[in-house]
């Protein structure tokens, strides 16, 4: 279902949450004095959505919105949905001529809001992405990002920043068109990129997390990547045909040359252990096929039941 609000306010910001106890009020003081204060000719909005965090986030949400009756509005969902999905909940929800989505963990730095949306008042950019140019993190979350993204470039979008994106600001054409596309698996940068609009990129180095554990795990990455091909290219399918094909044709050669053999030596191949390497490496590869046909035919069938992306229990506003 879509709920398209009618731009009442200048920006809406959109945070979802999921296990950021301690971190949300800082990120909600940052936001009113180098954001809010910074603006006062733009009339703002801040809506948290709780993504059945099993901390005590939303009590703090609850704090925040008793303190900042005006300016802030909370969603409560059932459970947990994945943060683009809360994103999503934030969105039909938000009231802005722009929306900006940021993290809660107080990574990313609030002031490049300012400049997103004199980017996008100006007349610059219907979309803009704060893309991260360095990380200060692990190593391991740093390479195996990069590997993420490199292989969303190659499959998918050239244009995906290297080192991908999570904080951006979308005008009210690009956001409507994002929500009249719903996706089962959205993979929500990739359906950004695709809308075609201008995008103007900002470069900015992510910080550490000083508050919390991510939740972001290599499985998720992992189920996103496997989104980001698969909702918007048909290359694994086609190097199935190849792969289908050149096994063929090895096998059709390879029967030449027993049968060759056959005639001419009397059949040197022989025992059982090049017939299990064949079997092995011919199963092998149909189950991978069959792998991937299922991935696609499971994001078909979840894109056909229509089910409801989240539910919500409860607005605060």
């Not at 936001?31 to 901390?55: H, M, T």
């Not at 508050?211 to 998720?220: E, Q």
């Given at each position: 279902m879509?709920?398209?609000?009618?731009?009442?306010?200048?920006?809406?910001v959109?945070?979802?949450?999921?296990?950021?106890?301690?971190?949300?009020?800082?990120?909600?003081d940052?936001?009113?004095?180098?954001?809010?204060?910074?603006?006062p000719?733009?009339?703002?909005?801040?809506?948290?959505?709780?993504?059945?965090?099993?901390?005590?986030?939303?009590?703090?949400?609850?704090?925040?919105?008793?303190?900042?009756?005006?300016?802030?509005?909370?969603?409560?969902?059932t459970?947990?949905f994945?943060?683009?999905?809360?994103i999503?909940?934030?969105?039909?929800?938000?009231?802005?001529?722009?929306?900006?989505?940021?993290?809660?963990?107080?990574?990313?730095?609030?002031?490049?809001i300012?400049?997103?949306?004199?980017?996008?008042?100006?007349?610059?950019?219907?979309?803009?992405?704060a893309?991260?140019?360095?990380?200060e993190?692990?190593w391991?979350r740093?390479?195996?990002?990069?590997l993420?993204y490199w292989?969303?470039?190659?499959?998918?979008?050239?244009?995906?920043?290297?080192?991908?994106?999570d904080?951006?600001?979308?005008?009210r054409?690009?956001?409507?068109?994002?929500?009249?596309?719903?996706?089962?698996?959205?993979?929500?940068?990739?359906?950004?990129?695709w809308t075609?609009f201008q995008?103007?990129?900002?470069?900015?180095?992510?910080?550490?997390?000083?508050?919390?554990?991510?939740r972001?795990?290599?499985?998720?990455k992992?189920?996103?990547?496997?989104?980001?091909?698969?909702?918007?290219?048909?290359?694994p399918?086609?190097?199935?045909?190849?792969?289908?094909?050149?096994?063929?044709?090895?096998?059709?050669i390879?029967?030449?040359?027993?049968?060759?053999g056959?005639?001419?030596?009397?059949?040197?191949?022989?025992?059982?252990?090049?017939?299990?390497?064949?079997?092995?490496?011919?199963?092998?590869t149909?189950?991978?096929?069959?792998?991937?046909?299922?991935?696609?035919?499971w994001?078909?069938?979840?894109?056909?039941?229509?089910?409801?992306p989240?539910?919500i229990?409860a607005?605060?506003?």
């Amino acid at each position: 279902m879509v709920l398209e609000m009618q731009p009442t306010i200048d920006y809406s910001v959109i945070i979802p949450v999921y296990y950021n106890e301690g971190a949300l009020t800082k990120t909600m003081d940052a936001l009113k004095e180098q954001v809010i204060a910074r603006n006062p000719e733009l009339c703002g909005e801040v809506i948290f959505i709780d993504d059945g965090s099993g901390d005590g986030s939303f009590a703090e949400l609850l704090r925040l919105r008793e303190h900042n009756p005006e300016l802030v509005k909370v969603i409560k969902l059932t459970r947990n949905f994945g943060q683009v999905n809360a994103i999503n909940a934030g969105y039909h929800r938000a009231r802005g001529r722009c929306v900006v989505s940021i993290s809660a963990d107080g990574q990313d730095p609030v002031e490049l809001i300012n400049q997103m949306l004199e980017e996008f008042m100006a007349g610059n950019a219907e979309i803009v992405i704060a893309a991260r140019e360095e990380r200060e993190e692990s190593w391991f979350r740093i390479w195996t990002s990069r590997l993420f993204y490199w292989l969303i470039r190659k499959l998918s979008f050239p244009n995906m920043p290297l080192g991908g994106f999570d904080y951006f600001l979308l005008g009210r054409k690009a956001l409507d068109t994002i929500l009249r596309n719903p996706e089962a698996h959205p993979f929500l940068q990739g359906q950004i990129l695709w809308t075609g609009f201008q995008v103007k990129f900002l470069y900015y180095r992510r910080r550490k997390r000083e508050i919390g554990k991510s939740r972001w795990s290599f499985s998720r990455k992992l189920t996103a990547l496997l989104d980001g091909v698969m909702s918007y290219s048909f290359l694994p399918i086609r190097i199935m045909s190849m792969v289908g094909g050149l096994t063929a044709i090895v096998g059709f050669i390879y029967a030449i040359i027993v049968f060759i053999g056959k005639l001419v030596w009397g059949n040197p191949v022989q025992g059982w252990a090049p017939l299990m390497i064949v079997l092995l490496v011919v199963s092998g590869t149909q189950l991978l096929m069959l792998g991937l046909m299922g991935e696609y035919l499971w994001r078909a069938l979840a894109q056909i039941r229509r089910r409801e992306p989240y539910i919500i229990e409860a607005v605060y506003e």
